[in-house]
């Protein structure tokens, strides 16, 4: 390299990056460079295709195990903000970028993104045709990966990850539970948020809630709810839990395998009919299985914040933040219930045809009574939501608290309340309304005259 073209390089914003290697057990390989820690890291290889909240996705501790691609080509453009960050420490294996930015522009930032990383010594790649690596996954499914600044050896390199450990029956989620119960109240709400959220209404219901891997703004949500948390470790005993004498128990979100979670999943069974329950994400897939469910392993799985969701109670749609690699199996409840579910008898492997019937079908469980499915991925045809007809208890496979993503499901929040509340008809709310509830911007819009906008109390 010449002089000039050295002082020219030395004068952008961006420093040169060392070469870095993504290899996938299936012998493709994606060379790049490195823009944040060095090292080698092997995981489960996933895309988000999420436009906004890096931040959020890369701190949720559901991504335990994995190495994420971005699909949004330019990640890092508008830096970090320790209060958006869903856990202290980042659990991910390592990130893939098509473009990282090294000098973010937003008056929030306090740092890089690659600073951040560096700091939590995650591995990252930029350089790479993302668009070529998520068609790839797409058509040959998740599997393994390793992602390497210090090999360079492809052979060397697939050698190495087809003798690494699959996520496949790890239980990931004792490795980002917390060790001891914790209390999170209004006391622990970010106060940069403030500037965009209505006041936090007073507490009224007691919740405890199983930490499998929680994303903080969970765990707001339920705050801004009007709930009293406190959170406990993934095996807390169900004795313990309702010797606290919580109004409800929330389940959370949470990484890998749910067939290995069994010291929860057997909790969530003695819990169901004895206290209201409501779960999310990997919580969702705890209460299928505490009902005798079972679960599959999805080809590339779910993440991004726009995956539309039928309300099959309501007929409306909902563009739903996902995350999760693993997914409900519903017919594996029970046999349908004809004469609440349109006359119909058979099971139906893709779920849209309850969709395009307007039909939300019951099944009869061995365990718990009648499990009605309420939300289907207009994707694929899989379960997104089950409500239990017999007990108080329903839970979704989607994240609703919108970090990253759109807000269309943060009515589920306000269901879990009026579940606790004994309200037979807690899922009938106006999603529309509901999903500007808490937000100071929807109290402006609705005194703007002409608008058509109308808000309600309680919370985002």
Same mark, same amino acid.
């Given at each position: 390299m010449s002089q000039i073209s050295e002082r020219l390089l030395g004068g952008t914003s961006k420093p040169a990056g060392t070469p870095a290697i993504l290899v996938l057990e299936d012998g493709a390989v994606f060379r790049g460079t490195s823009c944040a820690a060095t090292g080698e890291v092997y995981g489960e290889i996933c895309?988000?295709?999420?436009l906004e909240g890096y931040l959020e996705v890369i701190t949720d501790p559901s991504y335990a195990g994995q190495i994420i691609t971005m699909t949004y080509p330019q990640i890092g453009n508008y830096g970090v903000s320790r209060d958006d960050c869903q856990a202290h420490t980042p659990a991910l294996r390592g990130l893939v970028v098509r473009d990282m930015c090294a000098m973010p522009s937003n008056w929030r930032s306090e740092l890089t993104l690659p600073d951040y990383l560096r700091e939590h010594g995650v591995v990252a790649l930029e350089g790479v045709d993302?668009?070529?690596l998520v068609r790839h996954v797409r058509d040959h499914g998740a599997q393994?990966?390793?992602l390497s600044t210090i090999d360079a050896d492809e052979a060397s390199l697939l050698a190495k990850v087809r003798a690494s450990e699959s996520i496949v029956g790890v239980n990931l989620a004792a490795t980002v539970s917390c060790d001891e119960p914790y209390h999170f109240g209004a006391d622990e709400l970010p106060k940069s948020q403030q500037f965009a959220l209505a006041a936090v209404p007073q507490a009224r219901c007691k919740v405890v809630a199983y930490d499998c891997g929680a994303k903080?703004?969970?765990?707001?949500?339920? +705050?801004?709810?009007g709930c009293d948390v406190t959170a406990v470790p993934w095996n807390t005993p169900a004795a313990d839990v309702l010797a606290?004498?919580?109004d409800g128990v929330f389940l959370s979100n949470g990484p890998g395998d749910p067939e290995a979670v069994e010291d929860t999943y057997t909790q969530v069974e003695q819990l169901l009919g004895n206290v209201p329950v409501f779960g999310i994400c990997l919580g969702h897939q705890m209460?299928?299985?505490a009902a005798g469910a079972a679960i599959e392993k999805l080809k590339f799985g779910h993440r991004g914040g726009n995956h539309p969701v039928m309300n099959l109670l309501t007929g409306r749609v909902e563009i739903t933040a996902q995350n999760h690699g693993f997914g409900l199996l519903f017919p594996s409840l029970g046999e349908l219930v004809p004469e609440l579910s349109g006359g119909f008898k058979g099971h139906e492997d893709d779920l849209r045809f309850w969709a395009n019937a307007h039909i939300a079908p019951v099944v009869q469980n061995e365990h718990f009574g009648r499990i009605r499915l309420t939300h289907v991925n207009l994707n694929d045809g899989t379960a997104e939501g089950i409500a239990f007809l017999d007990i108080p208890a329903f839970s979704v496979q989607y994240h609703p608290e919108a970090s990253p993503g759109p807000t269309d499901a943060h009515y589920l929040f306000t269901a879990f309340m009026r579940l606790m509340d004994g309200r037979a008809d807690y899922l009938d709310i106006d999603i529309a309304e509901d999903r500007l509830a808490g937000w100071t911007f929807g109290a402006q819009q609705a005194?703007?005259?002409?608008? $058509? +906008?109308? $808000?309600t109390e309680g919370g985002r």
């Amino acid at each position: 390299m010449s002089q000039i073209s050295e002082r020219l390089l030395g004068g952008t914003s961006k420093p040169a990056g060392t070469p870095a290697i993504l290899v996938l057990e299936d012998g493709a390989v994606f060379r790049g460079t490195s823009c944040a820690a060095t090292g080698e890291v092997y995981g489960e290889i996933c895309f988000n295709t999420s436009l906004e909240g890096y931040l959020e996705v890369i701190t949720d501790p559901s991504y335990a195990g994995q190495i994420i691609t971005m699909t949004y080509p330019q990640i890092g453009n508008y830096g970090v903000s320790r209060d958006d960050c869903q856990a202290h420490t980042p659990a991910l294996r390592g990130l893939v970028v098509r473009d990282m930015c090294a000098m973010p522009s937003n008056w929030r930032s306090e740092l890089t993104l690659p600073d951040y990383l560096r700091e939590h010594g995650v591995v990252a790649l930029e350089g790479v045709d993302t668009r070529a690596l998520v068609r790839h996954v797409r058509d040959h499914g998740a599997q393994r990966a390793v992602l390497s600044t210090i090999d360079a050896d492809e052979a060397s390199l697939l050698a190495k990850v087809r003798a690494s450990e699959s996520i496949v029956g790890v239980n990931l989620a004792a490795t980002v539970s917390c060790d001891e119960p914790y209390h999170f109240g209004a006391d622990e709400l970010p106060k940069s948020q403030q500037f965009a959220l209505a006041a936090v209404p007073q507490a009224r219901c007691k919740v405890v809630a199983y930490d499998c891997g929680a994303k903080r703004s969970i765990l707001e949500n339920l +705050v801004r709810a009007g709930c009293d948390v406190t959170a406990v470790p993934w095996n807390t005993p169900a004795a313990d839990v309702l010797a606290m004498e919580p109004d409800g128990v929330f389940l959370s979100n949470g990484p890998g395998d749910p067939e290995a979670v069994e010291d929860t999943y057997t909790q969530v069974e003695q819990l169901l009919g004895n206290v209201p329950v409501f779960g999310i994400c990997l919580g969702h897939q705890m209460i299928s299985k505490a009902a005798g469910a079972a679960i599959e392993k999805l080809k590339f799985g779910h993440r991004g914040g726009n995956h539309p969701v039928m309300n099959l109670l309501t007929g409306r749609v909902e563009i739903t933040a996902q995350n999760h690699g693993f997914g409900l199996l519903f017919p594996s409840l029970g046999e349908l219930v004809p004469e609440l579910s349109g006359g119909f008898k058979g099971h139906e492997d893709d779920l849209r045809f309850w969709a395009n019937a307007h039909i939300a079908p019951v099944v009869q469980n061995e365990h718990f009574g009648r499990i009605r499915l309420t939300h289907v991925n207009l994707n694929d045809g899989t379960a997104e939501g089950i409500a239990f007809l017999d007990i108080p208890a329903f839970s979704v496979q989607y994240h609703p608290e919108a970090s990253p993503g759109p807000t269309d499901a943060h009515y589920l929040f306000t269901a879990f309340m009026r579940l606790m509340d004994g309200r037979a008809d807690y899922l009938d709310i106006d999603i529309a309304e509901d999903r500007l509830a808490g937000w100071t911007f929807g109290a402006q819009q609705a005194t703007v005259p002409g608008a $058509t +906008v109308t $808000t309600t109390e309680g919370g985002r």
